[in-house]
């Protein structure tokens, strides 16, 4: 299988070419030239296997140049104990037709580790494949709303030929992210934040990847310490492919459960803001996965709720700084991927033309509009909905006291547009609702939802929490309290080339 960009038909790399480049040189983003099919048998016999098997069944049409070997020993290194339930990934059934996906059982209590525990192997594999890459040290640079960063941190710590450098916005996250990222440990690591918000993070991060390859100065310091730039966010498709295997995982457990019947069609709902995660779930379908709908839910930065219900992006609107942090972005990278798969157009070369037209409006005029045959499709696959803060936090509680059941902010933005959508629809398809977050990365928020005031310190607010709820912080958010800040760096949004450049300089 090779990959193409989804602004020019004529570039052509194998996986591993499109792992190490993360971003496409004309700025597109990595795409499959034709997706592959996953049979209603495969899925049946995913059912007995351990996930790292699951992994490998999904993950190997897509790696093309690489061996099954490969694959098996990169899954199994994955997902092995660094994950606290031994199936990885679980499923909380709490209703007949509700089910909660919980994806934050990975060393970092977010989804975020269910693709970057994966991508380091993924990685080191490219690069021994790339010859362009041989030999050379791979400078992963990464922009976070909050979760990525963390899961990248650790992913890559101390990894042999690797160095890890991640942007934050320095007021857009939640003081257990913050703490999380700045306490990390590892040689091979730096953590900046940013006076800016997750999009300045982001559109930096792609500027200095560009610049990797024509600024006269960024070059030659990559040169001189031979190394070449690569992504950990979602804009690599090495962190994309690992997440089409929960939903298909998911669909199999409830399989094998006898939750669902071979065939049967289930809703999917997400919470998303750079929109990779539901992009996975909408691969998934379009390999052979049964799915009726996707249920994308944003919070109060809802630029994709009103893309999905009129076709006009828009990303000209305030910015709101929310409790459910990693949902706060207005430029949603992975939609063109999405756009891509949907134009109609036979032609290769019109289809990367239309995608070239639209997001030079976005970046000028800050919105573009696609036409009526795009409009269509995404009616007939998405509904979108957003949630404010206080039906967040009114969310959060109505769900622990009718379920005895603790959810982040993120998955309380999922759940009540899961409401809201079955509500409007009349849909009894059985869903499933992502929950992307531990409730303890955002303890202060999720204890004041439920009627009390949290403490100064973030960890005597956990200790209530627990109290409260009769749930327990996980271990590796409790050990953060004893660490040492290492990070506390802080730079204006155009000067992440720079801080680029003495980070290279010190590695």
Known sequence: ??????????????????????????????????????????????????????????????????????????????????????????????????????????????????????????????????????????????????????????????????????????????????????????????????????????????EIFTSGRTDGELAAELQKKNMVFSSAN?????????????????????????????????????????????????????????????????????????????????????????????MDILISSNLERLIYQYHLSPNPDEKCNSLQEWFAALKTQGRYEVNERVKAKIERDFYGGWCNESDTAATIKAVFEKHAYLIDPHTAVAFKIYDEYKAASNDDCKTIIVSTANPYKFCGAVYRSLGKEPEQDEFMTAQKLEWLTNTRMPDPLFRTQGLPVRFSDSVEKGEMKKAVIEIIRSL
């Open 1 to 206: 299988m090779l990959y193409t960009s989804t602004r020019n038909a004529d570039i052509k790399v194998t996986a591993s070419e499109a792992i190490i480049q993360g971003l496409s040189e004309d700025g597109g983003l990595f795409v499959p030239e034709k997706l592959p099919e996953i049979t209603t048998a495969e899925i049946e016999s995913l059912g007995k296997m351990q996930y790292h098997e699951r992994a490998f069944t999904i993950l190997q049409k897509f790696l093309g140049d690489f061996s099954d070997t490969e694959i098996q020993s990169a899954v199994k290194s994955a997902y092995g104990r660094n994950f606290s339930v031994p199936d990885v990934t679980q499923i909380k059934k709490l209703s007949a037709d509700c089910f909660v996906l919980e994806l934050f059982h990975g060393p970092t209590c977010a989804f975020k580790d269910m693709a970057l525990q994966l991508l380091p192997y993924l990685m080191l594999i490219s690069a021994e494949k790339c010859t362009s890459v041989q030999g050379k040290r791979i400078a992963i640079l990464t922009a976070t709303s909050g979760d990525t960063g963390k899961a990248a941190l650790e992913g890559f710590k101390d990894v042999p030929g690797t160095s890890v450098t991640v942007f934050y916005p320095e007021d857009g996250v939640s003081e257990m992210q913050k703490r999380q990222m700045t306490t990390q440990q590892g040689a091979n690591v730096r953590v900046c934040a940013v006076k800016g918000n997750f999009d300045d993070c982001q559109n930096g991060v792609k």
């Open 234 to 326: 979602s804009i690599n498709w090495g962190r994309l492919a690992p997440q089409i295997v929960y939903y298909i995982s998911a669909y199999a457990s409830l399989l094998e459960s006898g939750e669902i019947k071979t065939g049967e069609k289930v809703n999917i709902c997400v919470p998303t803001g750079n929109f990779g995660n539901i992009l996975a779930a909408y691969y998934a379908k379009q390999m052979g996965l049964p799915v009726n709908k996707l249920i994308c839910a944003s919070n109060s930065n809802n630029v994709l709720t009103d893309f999905i219900k009129t076709g006009v992006y828009d990303r000209q609107r305030e910015f709101y700084t929310t409790v459910s942090p990693s």
